[in-house]
């Protein structure tokens, strides 16, 4: 068996389980939400504003934050007041949905409605995996290049949303985002692209709504990771 069929194997197993886990979440009421971004794009600091306000409105939401080491993102996270979960890779480069149900089970508590799974820092492995979420998100920082998303396309391409972070750095970075909305919508026409800055907590409220409004339907991407959520 050549490396590319091994590959298909190994993302069809992992596709079976991803759909099985969105099921069982599914008839928990819970929706799982997988956010994707290279490392230093700003997005525990943004998802700890996001956790934050969910909290403060009462709604019941958990994170699972991956990392090849150190808790440190968990620490950061839990001061949010919600419940919060490392998981160490130990050295792979990206999360699978056998990872994300073995880390729930006896875990997760029962009255969660969003799950927000932060995976690993890496644009490429990831976006091949299906983790059993309703919603991906995939996030840039203005300091990245306006090309990242024709660098790549596959994570791009299968994002139910995108968020720019770090927008407070846009005109020091000379970021243009006129040609960065261009080539999202390249890849992926007709996402919705979100502005946000963890700094100020600017656009934490949007995302919050778009993971709770997934449910009842969500942009489909051309390059879905399955078949299972509704198109908008």
Known sequence: MCRSDVKQTVLAKNDDLAATLRDDLARQGVTLVNLLSSPGSGKTELLGRVLSRAVERGIRVAALTADLATENDAVRLARSGAPVRQLLTDGLCHLEARQVRAHLEGWLP??????????????????????????????????EGEDKPLKYPTAFGSA????????????????????????????NPGVEIVRSCARTGSGAGTLLERALAARDGAHRPPLAPHPHVPVA
Do not use: Q, W
């Open 110 to 143: 029962p009255d969660t409605s969003v799950l927000f799974v932060e995976n690993v820092g890496n644009l490429v492995c990831p976006a091949s995996y299906d983790l059993g979420e309703t919603l991906r998100i995939v996030l840039m920082a203005v300091t």
């Open 160 to 187: 139910h949303l995108v968020v720019v972070t770090k927008t407070d750095l846009a005109g020091p970075a000379g970021f243009d985002e006129a040609a960065f909305r261009a080539n999202v919508h390249r890849v």
